[in-house]
């Protein structure tokens, strides 16, 4: 596996520090890494966006130009581009701009210009990347249609699914990464073939991977990434029971 970093990092000493530590992580570890591109503006990037692939890693400067958001703005490009790819924002210690955009775009870490331990977090970074990869080609995956394509998401990535009220025979999915995505299954047709999945209401069928623990007071189920859904009285202890190590 070849792991590809795009660079879009405005001040030049900056620049060759992360592509130094790039170089020494690659030295000193088992991950194979490439510099697939080198870039100082936004509109480079536009232009040369590569194929979407989950080896993909783009790592961005959160300011660019004098444009505090620059990095985000490009970020949502990056994301309508390829799903699969990872993004590291680079920045100044601001723990407002971490919990801000963190899941606007999926962004995978922020690391910090300022710390002293920018090698430490940029190789933990690359190093998960790699486990991610490697997990997902062997895991189980949630297959389904859209429009003329299947998609395929791992079974660890989904919260739970909804019964969309405005058309019987769909469902909606929420993913871990805060994701809407209609199907076109109902929940009947998800329960019964999809048996890792716990109905915990007439109208959701959830992932109790993803469970985090049960409210009893409000009957919902409160999810890792700060989801929540609704749980029947009736299901509650059962849930609970699955959930506990």
Not at 22 to 44: A, G, M, N, P, Y
Not at 90 to 117: C, M, P, W
Not at 136 to 152: D, G, N
Request: hydrophobic share 40%; proline share 2%.
């Amino acid at each position: 596996m070849n792991l590809k970093l795009i660079f879009l990092i405005q001040l030049t000493n900056y620049a060759l520090v992360f592509l130094s530590l790039v170089k020494k992580i690659s030295l000193f570890s088992t991950l194979r890494l490439t510099v697939l591109k080198q870039l100082d503006s936004t509109d480079q990037l536009r232009l040369g966006l590569p194929i979407a692939s989950k080896e993909n890693i783009f790592i961005l400067d959160l300011e660019i130009n004098g444009i505090k958001t620059a990095g985000l703005e490009i970020s949502k490009l990056i994301r309508q581009h390829d799903e699969l790819a990872s993004i590291i924002f680079i920045t100044v210690h601001d723990e407002f701009v971490y919990t801000t955009y963190k899941y606007r775009v999926s962004a995978l870490d922020f690391i910090a210009k300022d710390q002293g331990n920018i090698y430490e977090e940029m190789k933990k970074d690359l190093t998960h990347i790699q486990k991610e990869i490697q997990t997902a080609s062997t895991e189980e995956l949630f297959t389904y249609k859209s429009y003329y394509q299947e998609v395929h998401i791992p079974f660890r990535n989904i919260c739970y699914f909804e019964a969309n009220h405005t058309n019987t025979h769909s469902a909606i999915m929420y993913t871990t990464d805060n994701q809407e995505i209609q199907l076109n299954y109902n929940l009947r047709t998800l329960a019964k073939n999809e048996r890792c999945f716990f109905r915990s209401h007439r109208s959701y069928l959830l992932n109790p991977q993803q469970v985090k623990g049960v409210d009893f007071l409000h009957h919902q189920a409160i999810f890792y990434n700060g989801l929540r859904c609704p749980v029947s009285r009736r299901h509650e202890k059962e849930l609970f029971k699955l959930i506990r190590p």
